[in-house]
Each structure stands twice: as structure tokens, then as C-alpha cells.
């Protein structure tokens, strides 16, 4: 592979697509800065502290203007930042190039290929000979993946001198994974067990990320210590309800400009994400149906207005279909051949296994015609009928638009602000075990307070005496730990 | 106090408004059975092995329908059952006349004086000389109350020889409370004892109820162990939420009449409670303005297009004010005086103290002209306006409507039979302390999937491999305890 | 019949159920007031010239709280008026009573009989040997039906001797109407055609009795001018819609106390009314299918999410049956031996044809059970299932709640009054033929500006520049005639 | 001005932006296809037939996918066409580029000067010696306002010999058009006139233009037979409702990417246009402000929740400003001065005198800063606080996203097809005098009928009896005309 790191003027490096964007770039992050009330304010009340001096921060995250308004906070207060993307189509070339210019070392741009896209995974953690990053900003866990893997690898080479065998999978991406490190092994065989050593801990973004963190520490192989900040109130309950409300629509549209009132949309999954997703194809006047595993979720469903049915019953009448699951093999090729002429499928979970894409490639005969770039119609050759596929089936609110708005992602980065914070000040304390951990509700009331000036919202005080009354604080936290919002 | 117990033919203990309401009461149960499959399920599956068998059952529970359905699934499993309601205007006579005539003890009328009330709770509870209930059921926590303070009070009697002081306090009701059990003191100073010892423990429906529940247990006070119905998923985030939905305009329209759609609606508190009235309300065509204390609530409320301001800021410009805080002192007497002519005042909250009923009543010169039960006009001599308070300040939808319908108490009442089956079963295992205890998710879950087919729906099967891909078993539960749905 | 009119001590004739409500009804009524700020702003400026004096007013209209404001307001306005309702269950019995005790002579109780209803509508158009009525207020056009079959009859009968036969036809009600006249040809063989001399005009409220007035107009037989009240924008696109939006889920609450949420809904007819029911039934959280024969009707349906089948195709799945049509035959016995046990029909279109009542009532061995008053279930033999028919077919909103609330049926009554203003002042003018007429918009739009105050509204004014600009008068009207709202 | 007319090698002209997006023109031209059903059975119904042979077609319409359908409908149906956009922004070039390089003559790209505007109006006018279209498709009126104008001209010219000052007007758009018919009639002093007597009529598509129509009729100035397809049922209550319902958002979010759910919308005018922007924004999670000069639209917005006040009240507060009323003057650059940082300014009406742009950029010191293009701030001096402003004022759904998508405008453009057929069936029948015509219902009701398959939605049929019943043909129309829908 010829990718070759730049470097700026003053010495930083980075690979993005296009320089000459930064001015753009800079501009939206201006206008973002004004939305993200969460994130000023931490630079206001953290900036003169240099909480994070001395701190080198790796960033696995999509490279949005929102993501830049993160970084450079995380900058602001003192940290030292290489960032990489995690999701081939989710960079927004201009942010990139604005951060790469400005504030930290950069390797992302929209459309890599899977080896572009682990080589700068790679980058991002590459900090030099004495070890990696002190702290993870990870979402969905590619990052921490990495150093896992790279450890084990490293482990076993110790050991036994063998080294992986990425013909040993048929994940076509784990593959790329072991490759990486099959090598690096041969050049350093301690790499990654020197970032291991160093780190101090992740703060995780996402569902799918926490879900593979709360294996590792079920099966006692989580190497450092991990805040779960996707299960912040402020977080699973902001972004991925009224993010995915606002992205899923934005995706839609600007894919395939299509009239989403009057047809019949099916939303794969009723969690935080399928409730934004459903609520927001209802509201633009879809009929929706939803398919569930999940009992509870399923009545929730029903008592929106909402039809549960599964796939199967649905697949030949629905005009869109919308995976959320963070589970695999949703929408497999055999349902893709019985849908209507050009019936849309997207997913907007993390992971592009939602959808069977590799079965629709394979398939024999297949021809794909690209309408535009994260716009494919697959068209079949038994019905010559043709489905369009959108962001290669990966999250299509930040491959097909730019993902989630400014504000919402305010709440969550103060969320990763904080947990990164919270770690790097617990760095020798001993208080964070390897064990993944949530942010104290208290934490999680400030950061929801945070935003509420900017929308003109006024808080009740609480009188002393009901304070008693309903035994909390005057000052929060103001619900048990098991609420649930 | 003239209250003489009734007993039926065949010797059943019952004090009910009127007996030949039972007919009347017998077919809406019918009607009810239909709506409520969980509760017949539980019947279908338990009801042969007769698990209630030589169990006493006490409730403390709106005496409805509804409830009527559930007392006869628990006889139907074997118990014995004696009842009164949680509130003076919560219960529909006819279902009281029905199931006094046809299964359980019942006490309890619509527009029962709080004398009346404890009464009522006090037959609930006399199981006879030896002791007390096994189990009750609870809502909002009087009946387990009044064993607490009653408790104490013997104690207390018993190391000092002191009888409680119904002047100590200045809650009226409390007064009463204290006077119960200061005069059965002279008469048996060891009732109270008796029943904490025999009791299993309580299975508590409501908020406010919990709340208590989980103050005792802090405290080290808590006699029994407690199931906390109401933060099952599939209590709290569907009774709360969409029964209030549902029963607020409900009692807003047979109470006043009013058209919603236009006018300015205030809802204190944004919980499960507010927010399904807030739902309803501007579904309806209101504009919703919302207080709240909580900044995460706050932010929710923003999230759907409401506005949060304090009472203050708009209590001369709504028309429409309802509490669902589970707190006191939220509309003041001062607030009500500056409110628009005609401004409806009503609470959906477990007490009445929410709204300062009292404030109000000795307001100098106010004039109360009833327009029908439970609909009254204050008029302020100052300004010769008038405000429309509903239910005395009480639960409005069970004063001034019917509740909650059938279908969503299916599901809070059967978490209520299975709390009690599994307090029940375990009596004599220990495995429930002196604590408060939530069901565990699978039961959460069976419950959800108990009510799906009467709507309709059909669930979507895990594959094993998917189920392995996210680490849930294929039968579930499906998500990890702090999933907040 | 053993039907005797009463009469107050002022020598008044009535016949209500129970003057002892008129206490009762006459709170109801200041409370309405309020509500109507069209209706209360009539009387403040015409009151004083009192326009109505002489006129003599017969209404056949719902006897309801919000009519009683609208009788008070022709009464303050000068005029004598006489009143039953047009409708056997609509009649609201305190606000009967609190009219016939203080204002105007009432025919009108809650649950007469087709016969007893007849007689009110004779007795409310019976002013004495000089003629009936100056003025008519009509809703669904019986008033004048009785009058136009009076004058029709009497002209055979003058020219040939020939009385009315009442086997001549097979629809019991008009049995009914045809014997009333036959048997008044004997006693007075000129009294309709006396009252068709008086008649200066009549408003009319409803879209079944314009669409009556047009059939008359059409056919050359309208015997007097006719304001059609119902299309003005204020009434079809105010009380139709948003009314029913109200007033149809009241309906249901009181009527059967079921959860709405979660079930499926089949709304016969999407016109305004039909628009008004499905939007209520979403918003409560059901699945709507709608039935409609315009496809452009059809088209806005879809538009809103709803799907769109035949009555036919979801007869057997769906929980909840509304017709909103104007048409008969809408749900046939047929239909409702497949329909699901418990399944709820009502009908709030005007007339109770919609659903097959005959069709049901003489099904071979069906049983009916009434619940209550206007809630029945009747009981198939083959199946024993059962479905729910609410106010045996009629008005739902009105035989089970108390129909559309006050702000709403302020903006009709005002156009009503508008409406009666113009025909009295316009009787000798040869302004308006025997044809029928809409408002003029400024008139319409006049009535909308009374309601907005009341609801905090506040208008943008043109400037003259810009109401040249758009060519209308900076006072209004702003739309072309055929501007649709 | 050095534009040059290009020349396919057919031979046929165009201007457009880059003939080599004609490929993914044609793709997306495909895809929309299939979400036109009316205009795809329009080429089934007519094609054979030919209906158009000899007829030319010129369009003044925004030159997007969907109208690129409507032009391969009409050239389907024999038509020749020519054709430009009837906005600068609101071409999509790769559409233009399909349709040069394939059927018709265009004259067209996104980014148009004024200049160069109105040269391709003219060339979309200029079919060669014998005058000009027999045809027009108008949108707004430009090409209909040029040939009045170019007429009233030409008979100056001829009677006094003067020829138009473009100084008499500041209007500096109205300028350039005396410009071009002054430099017109030096050339060919009967070039318009020539144009008029070949013209057999204009069908427009928009508010504004059939205003401007209804104004030429009442002044007696209009030259030819107009339709008015504007306020087809299909059209009005379709494109301008749930078109801007789909499109302003889709706007907003391209535009800014900003969050609409929390903010404070500010929707000027209540009419289709803005009760789609104002569903779209509620539903969406703002809170939406309505300012109305009707008070019959200020009391349906009330109706639906939204609360109407001025501008001048809210003018600080609000954070997205949408101008939607077809009048001028609506957002005055005193008001932008007074707005928050970074509050966003946008029209969807028409025309862009809306929103004050003349003043904002002739005013002291203002900075305008493009974000991109059509995405601009402006910055005050004297608060250094910016505004966003989109699309310079324009049509912000077609000026920064796609405009309206295609199954609403299939809609709109049957009818536009219907009303062309219609003229040119009739060019010498004399049936259509120099009038405004609205199309008549039954050909509404086929619009509708023709796009309800492809959302599978299903009709009822009426019975002959039922039909009877209500008066209307079994087969439609269905409705009165008065009928509102």
C-alpha cells in the first residue's frame, strides 16, 4: 500500500483528502461551536486548569465538524490528539482538513477502502517508540480491538513463536486486522503490549463498542479501564433516539430524494436508535412496521401506533427498510430479491453486517449501477427489478448525509469530555479497575444542564423541604440509579 | 363512627355504596377480561396448580374494573382476598358491588371521607385473631403504612407505655392515622406486631409507594420484603406513561367538557407521568409548556418541542394546569389566585398534597360552588374569578374518569401476580431479606410478551448465531439490567 | 301518545326529563360561556339593538349545554324561540332543563323515542294559529323536511283528497313523519303551508342537511332561502374536524373505557369529520385504516400515514369501526358477524343508516346485552362473540358523551347567529331566493377573529403596500372564494 | 453578455452547466420514473394517440429530475419543447444535462445571474420566425409576464414610437426585463405580439402566478387562455402541503445541518405552504411560532398547538425564521438586525422579496460570509452577531436541496399534462376564452386515482344505491365544488 503520511508546516502529521478544505471546514466549525453549548463550557470551566496536559489522546470516531468541535476541546484543555475515523464513509473531508491544519494529527477521508481504513486506525495510535495513546476515545471499538488483538498476538508470538493467520477467518476485515499485525510483529514484538502498559483508559461512544467491552470484561480479557459513556442518559437517550429522528430522514433524502410520505417503511429494531428512526418516517407520514425480538420493545411499538410483524411477512410490500439492530444477518440477499422494484434498504446501526452485503455481491448475476456515490441500484437478474442500497449498507446518516446534528452530539462528547477527564484525573488512584464503568448520574444531570440555556429552557428549584420530601439533594442527583427516563 | 361491615350470604365481609350495582359491575368485567390477556394467562397457566392455596391477600388498591379482574385471578390461583382502595374517589361501585357479591371481601365507595378511608383499610387488613394477610398489595403504600407506624407504636408502647399523639402533627390525615392506632392500642397493643410477623411481604404498585419503600429500607425500618412492581419495565413504562396518556383527557373531558386543542397546558413534572400527559395534551392541540427540576428530564421535554419554564414564569397566561411530580407544594394557593378565569387545576400524581388544597380551602373568603362531584369552581373574593379544580386535587383521571383502561393495568397486574407468586413461593426460602427486590427482566419480558397477540404482533426469532453475536440467549432476556427502553 | 307539554309559572311550554337539573345545567352553562367568545361577543354588540325583536326562532338542534348558549344568545338578541333536538340520544337533560326553566320553550330529553321525537320536532315549529316559525335553525334538515313533506302533502290533498299513507314506504321514521302529517290534514289542512308563507329562511348546521338543501334547490321544491352554516370555513374545517377530533376518543372513553393504543381502527369516510376521527384515533396511539371512495380524499389519507383498504379487507382484524360517511350502508350485519369479539362499531356521521341497525336487530337468534345506556353488545348465535355498538348507531359523540366541546360549537353558533341576523334582516329585500347561500368570507373570517383573543393569539396587520400587492383590502377578505384552507 | 447557445448533434440547443452530468442525470430520471405514476400512465393513456403532434411546448419551470419527467411526458406525447428554469438556484444540472442531450431544448443551470436569468427565458421563448410557442408551462408567471410586457411594448412602440425605460422602475430584476424588450424591439418590433397570436394558452403551477392571472383578468390585460393547475386539489393541497412538509426540512438540513428539534421556528403565513413547513418543524421537535395576517388560518394554526403571534414579538428569541406567505416585505432587515447569533433566515415562497435582501445587503457594515454556496452568514457591525441566510433569499428546498420530490410533484405535473391536452384539444373550439380555468373535479379525481396503486391503497366502490343516495355519480366527481378538502 503507497499511503504516505504528510506532515504540516509545523511538523504534525496527517493524511486527508483535501487540504484546501480547512477554510470550509473551519467555517462550519465555527457555526457547529455555536450548537454545542456542552463542549464551550467545558473549555470555559476547564481551559485555564490544563486538565490534560501531558496527555496523548487517540481518537477513533468519525471525523465530523462535529468531531472537530470535540478535538478541539479536548486540545483546549491541554491534550495532545491523533484522530482516525470509524467508519469508512462517516469523515467529512473539510473537518479533516481543518483539524489536520489547526489543532491535531488527522488520518481519515471519506470512502476509504478497509485496508485504507485500518492503516489509519493504525496512525492514530502510532504515538512513537515510547508506547501509544494515554487515552482511547473509542466508538464501536476498533481502536481498542486493535490493541486486544495486537496483544494477544503478541502474547502467543512470546510464547510460542507463532504469529496469525488471517486465512484463519472469513471476515473479510478481521482479516485485514490480523495482516496488520502479523507484521508489525516481525518488526516490533512489543507494540502493542507497550500501548497496553501506557494506557490509562477508553471512553466508549457506542452500543456496539460497550456491548464488545462487556464481553471482555465477562470473559476477564479487558486490558484497562473503560467508561461506558453510550449509556449516559445524556447519551443513549439523546443521540441515538433524537439523533437517528434527525439523521435518518437527512440520509434518505439526500441519497435518493425520495417521498417517504405515503409508503410503508420497515425499522428493524425498536432500541433507542429504532424509536428516533420510527418516530421520524412516521412523522414525515409513512406507515411504519417494525420488527422485534424483544417483547417489551415490541409493545412499545404497538402502543406508538406502530404494526410489529417480522421481516418475512413484510419484505415484498415495504418501500424502505431501515436496520437498527446492532445485531448481524438482518436483511439477508434472499429477502432483497422479494422486495418491490427500487425499494430502499439502508442500515444506520453501527456495523454494516446488518445487511447481507457480501451476499448481495455474490450473487450470481447481480449488476450493480451506481447512481451516486453511497447510492447503488442492485438489480437482479431473474426480475431485471432492482433495489438501491444505500452507504454499501453502512450507517447511512453519515455515509449518504453529515450524521447527527451539532447539538445532540454536544451532549454526548461533553459526556466523552468528562469520562476522559474523570479517567485521566483517576490515572494513579486506583479507582477504575479493568472494568467498564458508567458516569455518575450527577455528571450526567450537568451535562443535560449544560444544554438547556441555549433552548431558552428554565429549571424549577427545588424548596428545601421538598428536597426532603422526595429525599434527594437540592441539587441532584434527582433519580434512583434503575430510572429509566 | 356509624361504619357497620355487611357480610353476604354465603358470610363474606363487605361495606360497598351499593350492592345491586353488581350486575352492572359483573358485565364490564366481562368487557375488561377481554382487554386484559396477561391477567387471563396468568389464570390459563397457574390457575390449576391452585399456588395461592391457603394465601390471605390484602390490597390496597384502587378498587375499579380493572382491579376487580385482578383480585378474581388471584382467588382464581387460590387465595383469599380482602380489599379496599388507595384513594377516596378511585373506586367504581360497581366493581366494588361485583366483586363484594361474587369474590372477596371488599370496602370501599366512591367519596369516602378519610375517616372512611382508614377505616376501609383497617377491615382490609383484620384477617381475624391470628394475625393479619400473607401478602398485600400495595399502592402507594398505606396499608404497609399504617403496619409500619402501627409497629412502631406498639414498641413504643410497649417499652414506654406511650400511645401516639394524633396532635403531634398538623396532616390532617396523618392525624387520623395516629388516632387508628392509639385507640386500637387499648384494645389489642399487639395487632400490628402480629401481622408484620405473619406477613410474607408487599408487592407495591406506584412511584410514590416505591419511594417510601426504598426510604425504610435506608432507614434499616423496612418490617418485610417488598417487590417493586413499578419499575418493572412493563409497569412503569406503559402504565405511567401510556395509561396516563389515555386517562388524563379522558378526565380533563368528563370532568369539564373543555376543548384542549388551543389552549396553553402546564404540566408539572416530565417523569413517566408527565410525559404521557404531555403527549396527550398536545396531541390534542394544546401547547405544552413543562416544569421540571431535572435537567435530563428538562432536556427530553425540549427534545419533543415543549417548553420548560417555571410555574411562575407562566401561571397567569395557561388554562390548563395538571402535577405529576410524586412531590409536594407544586401549585400553591398563591399561584391559583393569579390564574386566568376558568383555569382547570388538577392533579395526576399519587396524593393530593401536590396541589395546596389546603391553601386554597382556608383561602379568606373563597367560595367553592360544586358544578358536579369532583368538578368544583373556586372563586377568589378579590377578583370574583374562579378556578375549576378536579378530584379535590386528587388523582383526576380516577376521580373525575375511570383510570387507566383495561389493557395497560393487564400489564402492571400481572407483574402484581407474579410479584406475589414469587413472594409466595419463596416464603420460607429466605431468599427475599428485608428489602426491596425489582422482578427479574425474563418475568419483565414474559409479561410484554403475554399481551403481544392480542394486538396482533408477531415477534422476530433469533438465530443461535445471532444470538451468540450479541451474547443474549435465543429465549432472553435481551438486554442488560440498565438498559433504560 | 300520552305526551302532554308543560309550562313554567310564566306560562311557558316545555317538556324536559327533569326541571330539577336546571341548576345543575345552568352552572354547565355559565362555564360554557366562557368558552364561547363568539357567541358572548354577539350579544355585546348586538344586544343592544336588539335585531331579533318579533322574530320568532324554531330550532331543531342538539339540546346540549353549548346550544343552550347559543339560544341565550338569539333570546338576548330579541327573539322568542322554541327548541327540541335533532337527535334522540344528543340531548344533554340539565342543559334542557336550565333553558325551558329561564329562556326559551324546550321538546327535548335524552332517549326518546322515534315517536316521541316527532312530536317534539311538531311542537317546537308549533307557534300558535297564525303560522309557525320567522327563522329556522336546522342540523340534518328535519325541521324542514317536516314542513317541505307538510306543504307537499297538503297541495295533493287539496288537489285530490288523497292522504299521506304511511305503508307506503318501509323506513320506519318516515312512517312516523308521514302519519304525523296525515293525521293533522284532518284537523288542519293549511298548517304547513301557513308555516312555509311565515318562513323568511333557515340556517342549516350540517353536511347531511345541505346536502339535502342542494338536492331540494336542484329539484326546483325548496320552499324558502337556506344558509348553509356548514360550509362556512369556521364550521366545516373547525367544528367537523377539530370538533370530532375531541369529542370521538370521548366517545369511546366513556362509552367502553378501552384502551385506544395499540388497537386497529377502521375510519369509513376521510371528508372532515372522517379526518378529525382518524387523526384522534393515531394520535392515541392506533393503527387506522381508513375506507374511502374519493380518490382524492383517499390520496390525503395516505399522505398521513394511514393505509387505505376496503371495509371488506380488514373486517375480521380490526378492534374499533367508526363511520364518519353521510352515506347508509357503510357496515352491514354482514360485516359485523366476522368482526372480531368485542369489536366496537359506532357511527358519528349524522344519521344512524351508516350501520346497519335493522340489518342487526333482526339477525335470527342475536342477543343483545346492554352494558349501559348507549353501550350494547350483541351476541351472535353461531359464534358467540360479540361486538359493541355504541348509542345504537347514532351520533356516538353525542348519545355517549357530550358531543363537541364549547370553543369549538362557538365558532358554528356563530355563524348561526350571523346566519339568522342576515335572513331576518334581509326578509323583505328580496335578497335571498328561494335558494341556498354561503356566508360571505368577510363574515367568516370575522368569526374566527372572535375565538382568537380568547386563545392569546395575536395578528399580523398588512400594510398598504403589501395588501396592494396581493390585491385584497388590508381589512379582509384575504383568500379567493375558492380558497380551500 | 457572452452566452452562447450550444447545440446537441441533432442539432437542438441548450445551455446548461456540464453535458457530462447527462448520465447521472438519466439515472436519476429513471428512478424518479418509478415514483410517477401519473405521468408514466399519462404516456401509456396518450402516447399512442400522439395527442401533442405539432405542438410546441415552452416550460418556465425549475429544471429539476422531476419536471425532467414531466418534459419526457409531453415530447412522449408528440410535443416539441424548450425550456428553462423559473429560479436561479433551483435548476439541477445533471437533469438539465439529460434532457439537452436527449429531448428537448434547455436553457438552464443552478446559479444563474438575473441577466442571465432572463436570456434564457427568452431562448425558451424563441422557436424561430413564425413566432413563438403555441404552449406555455409557467411557474410564477415569468414567461407569461414577458410576452404581456413584450406585448405592451410592442403597441407603444407601434402607436408613439417609445420604447420601454428600464430607470422607471428600481426594481432592478423588472429592469433587465424592459432591457431585454427595449434591445427586442429594435430588432423585431413585433416579436411578442407574433408570440400572442400563436399562443393557445398557459397552464401555470403556482400561487403566485395564478395571482397574478386573477389580477390580468380582472384588468382585462390577459391575452390568452390561462389554467389555473395551482388550485387543482391534486396540486395545491399535495405539492404545496406535503411537498414543503418534505422539502423545508430537507433544506434546513443540507443547508446547515443544524438541529430542528429544540429550536424555536418561526413559520410567517399559515396557508399550504406554511401548514407543511409547520408540521414538518412540530414534528420535528421544534416549537413553532405562526404569524398570520387571516384570522381564519391564525385559528387553525391555534387548533393544531402553534401558538400565532406577530414577528415583532418573537423576532429575538426564535432560532429558524421561514418566510411561506406569497406577499413581500415579510422579513425586513430591522427585524434580522435583532435576531440571535446565527439564526437562520429562509423563504419557500416563490418570489424572494420575501425576506429583505436588498436591505440586508445594502446595509452599513454588514459582512456576509459564504459558508457555501447558498449558505450564507451575515454578520452586523455593531454586534458582531450573525445571521444564516439561505439560498439568497429564494426558494430554499430548491435552492439548497431538491425541492419537492417526485410522487408529489407527479401530481402537480398530471395536471399540468391534463391542462396542456385540455388547451390544446381545444385551441379552436372557442372553448376557452382569455379566462382563468381551473381543471374540472372529475379530472382532480383521476389525478388522485392515478396514484394510489403504488401505495397500495384500495377504493371502495359506491352502489348504485348509495350513489343515489348522496347525489353523485358512482363513478365521481364526489364532492360539491365548494368541497374543501
Known sequence: MALLVEKTTSGREYKVKDMSQADFGRLEIELAEVEMPGLMSCRTEFGPSQPFKGARITGSLHMTIQTAVLIETLTALGAEVRWCSCNIFSTQDHAAAAI?????????WKGETLQEYWWCTERALEWGPDGGPDLIVDDGGDATLLIHEGVKAEEEFKKTGKVPDPSSTDNAEFQ???????????????????????LVGVSEETTTGVKRLYQM???GTLLFPAINVNDSVTKSKFDNLYGCRHSLPDGLMRATDVMIAGKVAVVCGYGDVGKGCAAALKQAGARVIVTEIDPICALQALMEGLQVLTLEDVVSEADIFVTTTGNKDIIMVDHMKKMKNNAIVCNIGHFDNEIDMQGLETYPGVKRVTIKPQTDRWVFPETNSGIIVLAEG???NLGCATGHPSFVMSCSFTNQVIAQLELWKEKSTGKYKKEVYVLPKHLDEKVAALHLGKLGA??????????DYISVPIEGPYKPPHYRY
Open 458 to 467: 428554565k429549571l424549577t428549584k427545588l424548596s428545601k423541604d421538598q428536597a
Open 217 to 219: 470484561q465477562a470473559n
Open 100 to 108: 489536520a491544519r489547526d489543532s491535531a494529527a488527522v488520518f481519515a
Open 394 to 396: 453502512r450507517l447511512m
Open 176 to 198: 485485514i486486522v490480523l495482516t496488520i499485525i502479523r507484521d508489525g510483529l516481525k518488526s516490533d514484538p512489543k507494540k502493542y503490549t507497550r500501548m497496553k502498559e501506557r
